[in-house]
Structure formats: structure tokens, C-alpha cells
């Protein structure tokens, strides 16, 4: 429908669904969403009991960080959600390439990045966490990754170089 978000899930629960399950504080979301799409999805968290965290959004090139916490009062762990604003050609199209995994546990679909946009995303963030992830990526999903594809999105994200590295040091 028209007032669909396209939005992904990306970050530490998305590596689960790549094979590289790894401990995360936080739900990151990447989605596509101005105007009131965005006042709706922010209402709606503020609704549900989640916080803004800072005032303006962070400016991290290929989207905009917004951030949202929620400390449950019988609860010992606050849980955050960040929501990164597509604000790039690739971004929008990493969110076009995104994959659809049935969650019957949940009742609905979750949307996953694609295992090659997640590499290029981490690679992106560049922090060494991201590199290791990104180097346990590539082996566990040798047999799956479109080489081709992830080729030519690295070289457009100008990331090449930081790929060849991981592949090069091949980082255990």
C-alpha cells in the first residue's frame, strides 16, 4: 500500500539471520521514511513507551540516526531502537534488495538486509567490530554470497579496499 514503510532490519539481529549470531543491546532499523511516515513511526514509539535519545539526528552519510529507549520498569535491561533514515541512493536500494523472513512466532514478516548490503553497511561503519563481523560474514556465508554482486556494491560504496583487506587478513 502507499503508506507502507519500506524498512529493514539491520545491525546486530540481522548477523543472526547471516549465521554470525552476536550478543546486541539494540534493534536497528533501516527505513525510508520524511514527513509523516516519520511523525507517525516516532508517535507511535513514544506511545508504546520508548524515550528520544538527543534532539537532532546523527548525521552518518549514508543515513540519519534517530534513537529511542525504553526502560521497562520490571525489567534490568533498557532496550534501544535506532532508527536509520535512508537518505542515500544505495541505502534505498539496499531496502529494495532486502529479504523477507517468515517470524511465525511473531505473528507477521520481518525484513533482513541482504547478506551483501550488510557487508557493505558494516564496512561503511568501518569501527573494528563491524570488520570482524564483516570477516565472519564472508566465511559463514561463502557458499551463499553473490561475489558479483557484492564486488560491484563494495567498488560503488567505495569500499573495495577495505573488503580485500578483511579477505586478505582473512580475521579469524
Known sequence: SQNKVQAAVVGGLAL?????????R???????ADGPKLQAITSGL???GF???????IDLGETNLLQFKFE???????????????????????????VTLP???????????????????????????????????????????????LERLAREADVAGPLEEIRREGIQ
Do not use: M
Not at 16 to 24: G, I, Y
Not at 26 to 32: A, E, G, K, P, T
Open 16 to 24: 543472526a539471520t547471516w549465521k554470525h549470531p552476536r550478543a546486541t
Open 26 to 32: 539494540d534493534v536497528d532499523v533501516l527505513l525510508v
Open 46 to 48: 513514544k506511545q508504546a
Open 51 to 57: 524515550k528520544r535519545k538527543g534532539d537532532t539526528a
Open 72 to 98: 521497562p520498569h520490571d525489567a534490568f535491561v533498557d532496550v534501544q531502537v535506532d532508527l536509520l533514515l535512508a537518505r542515500s541512493k544505495y541505502a534505498r536500494q539496499a531496502l529494495e534488495r532486502s
Open 103 to 149: 517470524a511465525e512466532a511473531l505473528g507477521f514478516e520481518v525484513q533482513v538486509l541482504g547478506c551483501e548490503d550488510l557487508i557493505v553497511f558494516k564496512l561503511l561503519a568501518g569501527r573494528v567490530i563491524d570488520r570482524i563481523d564483516v570477516a565472519a560474514l564472508l566465511r559463514a556465508n561463502a557458499d551463499l554470497l553473490d561475489q558479483e554482486l
